[in-house]
């Protein structure tokens, strides 16, 4: 795609020399303001994206389209987010699609919501089950600020764990505190072979959604597992872990939708699953 100078309307990041960032809907006749000075909006648009312009004291600001890694990490928020770290695994590991339908609960400040929508594409469907109403609002207007409205976005403002009105979706994903009171209903509301992934702050939450997946009899390949990040400073000689990272968000745990089986339903932990990708493990015969 050819570079697009920003227009009215647009989204942009604006960076600092200290690296501090901040998110503008671009608007005529509007100032950025920050502690370093302003910047008119109508300096930028109409300018190609990567440009660099003073402020009236002088400080410098860059100016470029976020991603949407950037873009969830600076919308506001009336609940914690899933971190863009944990998205990106969940995006692969649950397999999202084009095309895919998906079904997600709850749906906080929406930034999950915004990365499985670009993830299934204008082909595929997310079903969003929000039990609270003053946060759809905050979370809609974070949706509609990063693009389109999407057509294929539906909120339900209902309590998921009273039930899953609709049904035979291809992926299942929950964030909120009790996952294993979802468990029985997503047991018909997947369809076989589909995939559940649940993010969960603690390693109790963990435990009881792993025991509600396997006591549920249609569950197997169950896998937890958590992303550690570590970014690195790398100026001159001075090549080491940065200083400081997040040491926590949550830990992850996918599952597949199989058929009833009579035994206990496999489990595959993280650590299995490396170790017989390295051949340190023989591959398990099929059943
Ligand atoms: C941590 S937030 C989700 C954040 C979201 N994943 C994001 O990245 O922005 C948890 C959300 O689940 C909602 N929730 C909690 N229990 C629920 C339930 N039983 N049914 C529907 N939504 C629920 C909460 O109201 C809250 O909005």
């Not at 994206?49 to 991603?67: D, H, Y």
């Not at 914690?80 to 079904?103: F, N, Q, R, S």
């Not at 039990?131 to 759809?136: A, E, G, H, T």
């Not at 998921?160 to 992926?171: C, E, L, V």
């Amino acid at each position: 795609m050819a570079a697009r100078p920003f227009s009215e309307g647009d989204t942009i990041l604006l960076l600092d020399r200290a690296g501090n960032r901040r998110v503008v809907r671009l608007r005529p006749g509007e100032r950025f303001h920050s502690h370093k000075g302003f910047l008119e909006h109508d300096r930028l648009i109409g300018a190609e994206e990567g440009i660099s312009l003073r402020t009236q004291t002088g400080a410098v600001f860059t100016a470029i389209r976020p991603r949407l890694a950037d873009y969830a990490l600076e919308m506001p928020r009336s609940t914690a987010i899933v971190y863009p770290k944990d998205v990106g695994i969940i995006l692969v590991w649950a397999d999202m699609y084009p095309g895919a339908t998906v079904l997600e609960s709850g749906l906080g400040s929406g930034a999950l919501t915004l990365a499985l929508l670009r993830a299934v594409g204008p082909t595929g469907q997310v079903v969003v089950y929000e039990s609270r109403r003053d946060f759809i609002a905050p979370a809609l207007e974070n949706i509609r600020n990063w693009g389109e409205p999407p057509a294929n976005l539906l909120i339900r403002e209902c309590d998921i764990y009273d039930g899953i009105q609709d049904g035979d979706f291809d992926r299942i994903v929950l964030d909120l505190a009790e996952p294993w009171r979802v468990v029985p209903h997503a047991l018909s509301a997947l369809r076989m072979g589909g995939i559940a992934a649940c993010y969960n702050p603690s390693i109790i939450q963990v435990q009881q959604t792993v025991a509600a997946l396997e006591a549920a009899g249609g569950f197997g390949m169950i896998e937890t597992l958590e992303v550690l990040y570590r970014p690195w400073h790398v100026k001159g000689m001075a090549v080491r872990p940065a200083h400081q990272m997040v040491g926590h968000t949550g830990f992850l745990t996918f599952a597949r939708r199989l058929a009833v089986r009579s035994g206990p339903t496999e489990r595959l932990d993280a650590a299995d699953r490396t170790a017989e990708l390295e051949g340190e493990l023989p591959a398990r015969p099929l059943p």
